[in-house]
């Protein structure tokens, strides 16, 4: 009695992930990153993704069974991502997972990857209520989302980034700084210790005639090589560089988003994706919902980055609105709209 265990696949990047749902309980997950193998080169190198998937996904389904403890013949339904993402490492989870839901006789679900990191958060934090307000900031996007219903309903997509993803600012600012790869986590490390005022960034589309849902990080990208440019080898500030970037990119995102829950009388925003685990956008989004009354809800780190868990999350949602399964032909969208 009651819903299936859910098992979900993630594979469209640089993570392996394999997580397990039942009722809106995660009961096992687990990543495999082969971001290592990636850093040398500055970022994703497609082909090596695709093939650490073909290597990852077995031991890590193995992993989130074992650590849930239940065994293969417990799995119920199969989620996978079909995209946005890369599409070799997409066509690899996507081939694994259809072999399992074959091999087990059980229905097969394609899932959204965005619509897998606004779930994430229902792992923690329960059932979401409708409507609510989704940034999702990421290494690929920058986003805010009106969802009404996310197993019912298509996702409402207020705006986008017009260049590159905030995730994105980051990665390539911390490369010019001399900051390790992932580039997010380093700048947040070193912000530490720097005045978040030490550079007046600009706070790009914030005027008056710009686009309220809007963003663009490449102007702030630019800025921010060529302060570093204006310094000679050795004498970079980088933490006083970081804080302002980070304080820039946290100012822009959080303004936007409580700008869009007021205008579309929401009360929750919802903050998801690996840029949500940033400590300034955490604390910014806090204060700015906290005087606006609005609800705030951020999943917890390990579920902001990329992994199964949350798109097993969607899946359970899929099974228990009772939403027809996905044909054994089902396929890839690597460039998937909303
Ligand atoms: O969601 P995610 O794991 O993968 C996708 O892009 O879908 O997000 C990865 C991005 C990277 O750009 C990484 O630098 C950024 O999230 N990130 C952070 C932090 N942790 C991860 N950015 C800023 N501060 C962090 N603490
Ligand atoms: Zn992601």
């Known amino acids: 009695p009651g819903s299936p265990v859910v098992l979900g696949i993630e594979s469209s990047c640089d ?10 309980k995660l009961l096992g997950h687990a990543v495999a990153s082969s971001m290592d193998e990636h850093a040398r080169y500055g970022g994703v190198v497609p082909e090596i993704a ?3 998937h073909v290597h990852s996904l077995t031991p890590v389904v193995h992993r989130a069974l074992d650590e849930a403890g239940l065994a293969m013949a417990d799995i119920g339904a199969v989620a996978v991502t079909t995209g946005p ?3 070799g490492a997409l066509q690899v989870g996507l081939a694994g997972a259809k072999g399992l839901a074959y091999g087990l006789g059980v229905p097969l679900y394609g899932v959204h990857h965005l619509a897998g990191h606004v779930a994430a958060d229902t792992l923690e934090h329960g059932p979401l209520p409708n409507p609510c307000m989704v940034l999702i900031v990421s290494g690929g996007h920058t986003s805010l989302l009106l969802v009404r219903d996310l197993a019912r309903d ?27 790869y992932p580039g997010g986590p380093a700048i947040d490390r070193a912000a530490r210790e720097g005045d978040p005022k030490a550079v007046a960034f600009p706070r790009p589309l914030t005027g008056p005639r710009d686009d309220p849902y809007g963003f663009s990080f490449s102007g702030l990208k630019t800025a921010a ?7 000679t080898d050795g004498e970079l500030p980088v933490a006083d560089g970081a804080a302002s970037l980070q304080e820039a990119v946290a100012d822009v995102l959080t303004r936007k988003a409580v700008a869009a829950c007021k205008e579309h009388g929401v009360g929750t925003l ?9 400590s300034r956008v955490r604390s910014l ?13 951020v999943p917890p780190l390990r579920l902001c980055t990329d992994n199964g868990a949350m798109i097993a999350a969607v899946g359970d949602l899929l099974v228990r609105a009772g939403a027809a399964p996905a044909p054994l032909d089902l396929s890839i969208d690597p460039s998937a709209p909303l």
């Open 15 to 24: 993570e392996t992930g394999a997580g397990l749902v039942r009722d809106g």
């Open 50 to 52: 695709a093939r650490a």
């Open 154 to 180: 298509p996702i409402v997509h207020l705006g986008d980034t017009l260049d590159d993803a905030a995730g994105e600012c980051f990665d390539k600012v911390a490369r010019v700084f001399g900051l390790p």
């Open 85 to 87: 993402g890369l599409s």
């Open 270 to 278: 919802v903050v998801v994706g690996g840029v949500a685990a940033n």
């Open 225 to 231: 090589a060529r302060w570093a440019e204006r310094h």
């Open 285 to 297: 989004a806090e204060e700015r919902c906290q005087k606006a009354g609005i609800t705030l809800r």
